[in-house]
Nanobody, 112 residues
């Protein structure tokens, strides 16, 4: 079955960096686009970024453009989200997903 497992979250100070990882299994990984979404406390899901299959073209929400970078390693069935210049408003549970499938999420807290 489809499995997506996020890791790499934690507590970081404003201006710091984190790298999230998403390990995928149970489907033909290289043939699917993968996205990251996040949910801040008391708010709905917010799309963060997507990386396409094929050309690997990334897209980003305006709120993270220029600070976050998504990448994928098809040989390892992995997707990464490099997050730089983190802000308190980036605090959320981050999920990776494909189609209707999502992982359990990893908590990112940006606070001094």
């Amino acid at each position: 079955q489809v499995q997506l497992v996020e890791s790499g979250g934690g507590l970081v100070q404003p201006g710091g960096s984190l790298r999230l990882s998403c390990a995928a299994s149970g489907f033909s990984f290289s043939g699917y686009s993968i996205y990251w979404v996040r949910q801040a406390p008391g708010k709905g899901l917010e799309w963060v970024s997507t990386i396409n299959t094929g050309d690997g073209r990334p897209s980003y929400a305006d709120s993270v453009k220029g600070r976050f970078t998504i990448s994928r390693d098809n040989a390892k069935n992995m997707v990464y989200l490099q997050m730089n210049s983190l802000k308190p408003e980036d605090t959320a549970v981050y999920y990776c997903g494909t189609g209707i499938f999502r992982g359990q999420g990893t908590q990112v807290t940006v606070s001094s």
